[in-house]
């Protein structure tokens, strides 16, 4: 099975930064996509950033320019940079990854359990 850990989630002001992390462990033959989503209280999930194997990145543009993510492949881990936080950022942040687990080419969609990111005016 594959794992994913958020951490570095916390509490901060307006305009202040934080770094989360999403280290994905367990059986993995390589990592197509891995990303953040966000969800606030009564609000749906939405796409905030993802990062493909290549390199290629796409943002919400919510975040553009403010938020920038990076991956460590040897590491297997994620990194979103939260710079120029504002109130509206607080939400519920969820590492995803799709992988493949074997060389047979099957992916396979996963999700950490989510780090609060408070953003206090």
């Known amino acids: 099975q594959v794992q994913l850990v958020e951490s570095g989630g916390g509490l901060v002001q307006a305009g202040g930064s934080l770094r989360l992390s999403c280290a994905a462990s367990g059986s993995i033959f390589s990592i197509d996509f891995m990303g953040w989503y966000r969800q606030a209280p009564g609000k749906q999930r939405e796409l905030v950033t993802t990062?493909?194997?290549?390199?290629?990145?796409n943002y919400a543009d919510s975040v553009k320019g403010r938020f920038t993510i990076s991956r460590d492949s040897a590491k297997n881990t994620v990194y979103l940079q939260m710079n120029s936080l504002k109130p509206e950022d607080t939400a519920v942040y969820y590492c995803h990854a799709v992988v493949q687990k074997t060389a047979a080419g099957l992916r396979y969609s996963y999700w950490g359990q989510g780090t609060q990111v408070t953003v206090s005016s």
């Open positions: 990062i493909s194997t290549g390199g290629g990145t």
